[in-house]
């Protein structure tokens, strides 16, 4: 679905955001994308949907090259970026003018979406709350039933019960042909919605690994009494060593999206060694 090989890009020729940077995005996954503030999580969405060109290297959409920017690509994928913008318009006049962009939008799903995120489906958007803007795009945005949805932040801005909902209607959504991405920095935003974890780390891709497959070759939590392993990584926390251990059993473990994400922060190298070379192999 997308492809991206050897990504070089940056916003200065001094200073690149991404060197050699590669990634593999497939159908039937909704795909969380972490990384610091200014790691490139929004640049890098920019060049997957045609809005930031690479330097060298190539992003593909379909086996099409995003900058080339061809309508049918165009009308098969939704981006919606962090900060929305709602024209001067009805909710009736927006979805007349752009909706006929998107073949296989799906007006009764646009009303359940927003009966479900309690927005008003009627009168005029700019007289919405941001919050209900963001949640109309979000709606939209599903309701286009593009094959390819790029959220950047889409929980920004929305309060605790809509981050529920988000997640429900989200993981409702995914069908085997669609491609879901989205981007934050709260990782905890995003627990129990995604399949796939890939992170931007220094101009580069650290992790890209299913969550299942985190959670059979690691562990995570607190020490046991009998631990004889030394953590890939821990931290202090007032519930004693919190860590991320080796899982030679392959018992099944929750992921804990916050911990791994600051183990590939401070030292993406022992994680990567250890998902690459585990010291045990799982049991079958
Ligand atoms: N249009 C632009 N012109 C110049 N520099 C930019 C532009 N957009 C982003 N940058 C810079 O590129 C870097 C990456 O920005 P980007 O917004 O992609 O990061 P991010 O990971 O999405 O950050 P955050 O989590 O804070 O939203 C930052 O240093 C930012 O200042």
Redesign the pocket.
């Known amino acids: 679905m997308v492809t991206i090989q050897h990504l070089r890009f940056g ?1 200065s020729r001094r200073t690149p ?1 991404f060197e050699e940077l590669s990634l593999s995005l497939t159908r039937g996954h909704i795909y969380g994308l972490l ?1 610091k ?7 890098l969405l920019k060049c997957m949907v045609g809005l930031a060109f690479p330097w060298s290297g190539t992003c593909t959409v379909h086996g099409q090259p995003s900058a080339e920017r061809r309508p049918d690509m165009l009308a098969d994928l939704f981006f919606l970026p ?1 900060e929305v913008y709602v024209p001067a318009i009805t909710f009736e006049q927006f979805v007349a003018s752009t909706a006929p962009f998107y073949p296989r939008f799906d007006r009764d799903q646009l009303a359940t979406y927003l009966h479900e995120l309690e927005v008003p489906a009627q009168g005029r958007l700019q007289a919405l709350s941001y919050g209900q803007q963001k949640k109309f795009m979000i709606a939209f945005a599903l309701a286009t039933n593009t094959s390819l949805l790029v959220l950047d ?1 889409p929980t920004n801005g929305l309060d605790i019960p809509s981050k529920a909902q988000f997640r429900k209607i989200v993981a409702s959504a995914l069908g085997e042909e669609r491609c879901i991405i989205i ?1 934050t ?1 709260q990782v905890r935003d995003l627990d129990a919605l995604i399949d796939t974890v890939v992170v931007v780390h220094d101009r580069q891709i650290v992790l890209n690994q299913s969550i299942d497959d985190l959670a059979e070759r690691l562990r995570f939590g607190t020490a046991r009494p009998d631990e004889a392993a030394t953590p890939i990584y821990a931290e202090a926390s007032i519930r004693g060593l919190q860590g991320i251990w080796p899982n030679p059993a392959g018992l099944p473990s929750r992921v804990d999206l916050e911990l791994l994400f600051n183990a590939l922060i401070n030292d993406s190298a022992a994680l990567a060694t250890h998902l690459l070379h585990p010291s045990h192999e799982p049991a079958i």
């Open positions: 916003y955001l990384g503030n200014g790691a490139g999580k929004s640049t962090e932040e981007s920095h």
